[in-house]
Structure formats: structure tokens, C-alpha cells
């Protein structure tokens, strides 16, 4: 048997959300790398048809769906009819998120909700649906992308934290629950990579050399670094890893 065999996406249709730039986008070009069709998400109409363009002219087939991961009712009824319509979801990975920093003692509370609605319960609401389907047919993949700061916190970022933290040990019950189904539901953990999400932070110079000294690597992750990672979760590879959460931090995590 080729080993390489094993990471091959070809025939496979993975669906991101909150995928037309950042991480969302980089993750869709290396899924697309290793040969899965493309679904692009996101609600901002433009910036998706942009983003499907841009992997289109590198030979990837592509699809959009554009709907609001934080509505249940929107986010099923895409799934439901991109299954119907097209064709089934192989591979998810939920990837939808947002940041707000400001100090805990003055974070309003509308925000908190939003936060939550974004990086928690969009990964409920799309998972769910697209677990449905997933499990009628005995398999599946589901990536939840989780933080460092699943596992750490740093100043102003408290729900933020609380958000990540979440999606971890919610990644950990759907594996629980649905790995007798044949899915495979597993996280992948950023740590500090150069993304807009982290744009204030990137050109903070005394942040960047606070993380350099912090980090056993002693620089910035690069987006792309992260695919390996993803294709291994998404492809037979880890057929037998469920309910893990694989940081890819550059040792952050590893070090006091």
C-alpha cells in the first residue's frame, strides 16, 4: 500500500465555514491540495465569490455556500440542500469565528453574546446538520478549530477564552457521541499564527517580541503550517483519532 494514499482527499467534499479568508481560506487550499472538492462559506457574498475565484484559477473544483453558521435554521436548510442538490458533505471543518478584546470588567454583554453565538454555537448548529447526514451514511469527518487559548488565557481576552475552551470539550462529546456512528470528530488548536483575526496584535511590535520570547519556536505561525495538520484529521490517516485536540503552536503549549 502507498502510505501517501492514505492523506489523498480525491472524491471528497469538504465544506469550511467562515472560509473566505484567514485560516477558513488556507485550510480550503490545502484540502483542495490534497484533492477534495471545495465547498466555500461565509456571508459576506463578494469576498466569497473572490475566494472561489482565486482557488478556481489554481484547479480546484469549488463550490460556494454562503449562510450564516450562527443561524440554525439557515445553516440547516444550506446543508440539507447543497445534500439534496449536489452531493454529500465528506468533511467539515468548522472554522467560523470572532475576537473582541477589551477588558473583562468593561466587555458588554451584547458582545459577549455574539461572541458566543459565533465561536460556540455555530459549531453546534453546523455540525449537528451536517451530522445528520453523516451519520446515515456511517462516516464522516469533523474538524472544530479550537485555539491555544482553549487551554490558556491572556488578558482581555476572557470569553474569547471561554469560547475556544468550549469548542474543545464540545468537540470531545461529539466524538463521544457519535464515533459509534463512524464519524471522527477531532480539534485543531492554533497558536499565535499571522491572520487578521490577530492583525492588532501581528503589528504590535512589543507583543510580537513578548510571543517570540514566549514561544519555543520563536516566531509567528504561518498559515500554511497548518494544513498538514488538517489534512491528516480530515483524511484515513487518523482513522483511529477521535476526540482529539492537536495543537499546533510552535511548543507554546508545551512550556512554562
Avoid at 477558513?24 to 491540495?33: P, R, S, V, Y
Wanted: glycine share 8%.
Amino acid at each position: 500500500m502507498n502510505t501517501l494514499e492514505l492523506f489523498s482527499l480525491k472524491g471528497r467534499k469538504a465544506l469550511i465555514t467562515g472560509s473566505s479568508r484567514g485560516i477558513g481560506f488556507a485550510l480550503a487550499q490545502g484540502l483542495a491540495g490534497a484533492g477534495a472538492e471545495i465547498i466555500l462559506n461565509g456571508r459576506n457574498q463578494m469576498r466569497l465569490s473572490e475566494a472561489a475565484m482565486q482557488l478556481r484559477d489554481t484547479g480546484a473544483t469549488v463550490h460556494q455556500l454562503p449562510f450564516d453558521a450562527a443561524d440554525p435554521v439557515d445553516a440547516k436548510r444550506a446543508i440539507d440542500r447543497f445534500e439534496q442538490d449536489i452531493g454529500a458533505i465528506d468533511i467539515l471543518v468548522n472554522n467560523a469565528g470572532m475576537q473582541f478584546r477589551t477588558p473583562l470588567e468593561d466587555y458588554p454583554p451584547a458582545k459577549f453574546d455574539e461572541l458566543m453565538r459565533t465561536n460556540v454555537n455555530s459549531v453546534f448548529y453546523v455540525g449537528q446538520a451536517a451530522a445528520k447526514h453523516m451519520i446515515a451514511r456511517g462516516r464522516g469527518k469533523i474538524i472544530n478549530i479550537c485555539s491555544i487559548n482553549s487551554a490558556l488565557a491572556r488578558p482581555t481576552i476572557a470569553p474569547y477564552t471561554a469560547s475556544k475552551g468550549a469548542v474543545a470539550n464540545l468537540t470531545k462529546g461529539m466524538a463521544t457521541d457519535w464515533a459509534k456512528h463512524g464519524l471522527h470528530i477531532n480539534g485543531l488548536a492554533p497558536g499565535y499564527f499571522k491572520t487578521e483575526l490577530n492583525e492588532a496584535l501581528v503589528s504590535n511590535p512589543e507583543f510580537t517580541q513578548w510571543l517570540e520570547k514566549r514561544t519555543p519556536m520563536a516566531r509567528w505561525g504561518d498559515v500554511s503550517e497548518l494544513v498538514g495538520a488538517a489534512v491528516f484529521l480530515a483524511s484515513d490517516a487518523s482513522s483511529f483519532v477521535n476526540g482529539h485536540i492537536l495543537y499546533v503552536d510552535g511548543a507554546i503549549s508545551a512550556t512554562l
